[in-house]
């Protein structure tokens, strides 16, 4: 099946929602020492992000969000990622884990989204919830749940217990179950001290024989969508945002560094570095890695997008959804290489960290650590571009 691709990057094919992303961007580049150095963002930026429903864009408009397509939602945090990378992974992951409550039942969802309240969480079932009557008691500590230092809910994913015994579905593997908990019933560890992306609050949660309602949950993945917002039908659309959170990085590195190379002097030179083909290179080389790899994910993603409100089957749209990974992955392993080439390019001047460039070349390093994102994204990739079965659980 064929779809047209109807995309338009350039300025004039702005929306409200990308507008809004970058009126904030003065205010997050204002604060960006202090989100690196608190590792957290502080409490204005949060609710300027809140005010604007950018936590929520991918979520439905009657279940809390602003309903933007994922093309939209992507270049929000591409924006906001300019601006300062740990910001526009709180957006990012906010989005993600707004997108989970999709398998939710809708009232539960509109309770967990009332006031515009973030969740954070893992998806990791290290946790463990036993059944009782009326929902579960969960017990674990979970890591990496980014956006922990402003999130009302807490989601961690958890194997289902039948008294001691592990729950088993028809085919003997484990039943495993996301169960959301209020802030006031988690603890939260300080243990996010890392190299990039300090001010993301990525911190671990625990708790201790909590009681969650059996409808504030489901299983990830294998229950299905509780309304018909056609995005919850492609989790593959949720995770475009990786990609374009590593791109709003690239973008900054390398507008930084083409603003130190007009002042800077080159080594043995009084002429600025801009006039140096030392840096002029690297600065072509690095934009066209950013710009190509941008137009294919959001291209990508359109075709995927079209397909589905075309009413195209799943079967019909795996192909599709394979591709959407891959230029997601490939987003964020061209950005890594676009943030290496302007940082190696710019010389002594990335060393100080009073110098942006040497924040994104941390941030982007650490982004591009994630999973989903990361080697298997390409070889589940490959597998589909070779004929054979999507891998789960990467689309």
Known sequence: MTTAVRLDLSPAASSPL?????????????????????????????????????????LPEDLGGLEADPVTASRVVEEISLADGSAGWCVMIANQNGAILGSFPQEETRILTANRAVMCGTARPIGRAVATEGGYIVSGRWPFASGSSHASWFGGECVVYDGDQPRLDADGNQVT?????????????????????????????????????????????????????VLFRAPALVFTNHGSQALGVARAAIENVAAIGKVKSGYGSDAPMAQSPRLQGPIAEATALVESARHYLYAATQQLWDALNAGASDEEVAPLRARVRLATSHAASS??????????????ASLFRKNPIERHFRDIHMAAAHVMIGPLTYEAAGRVELGLEAQFPFF
């Open 177 to 229: 179950r996301m169960c959301v908990m209020p802030r006031d019933s988690v603890t939260i560890h300080e243990t996010w001290d890392t190299t990039g992306l300090r001010g993301t609050a990525s911190n671990d949660f625990s708790c201790e024989n909590v009681l969650v309602p059996a409808d504030r949950g489901a299983q990830m993945l294998v229950t299905p969508p509780q309304h018909p917002w």
């Open 18 to 58: 990308i507008d809004a992303a970058i009126a904030l961007q003065p205010l997050i580049r204002e604060r960006a020492d202090e989100i690196e150095r608190t590792g957290r963002l502080p409490s204005d930026v949060v609710e300027a992000i809140r005010e604007a429903g950018l936590f929520h864009l991918t």
């Open 335 to 348: 950005s890594v290489r676009a943030v290496d080439l302007v940082h190696a390019a710019i010389g002594t």
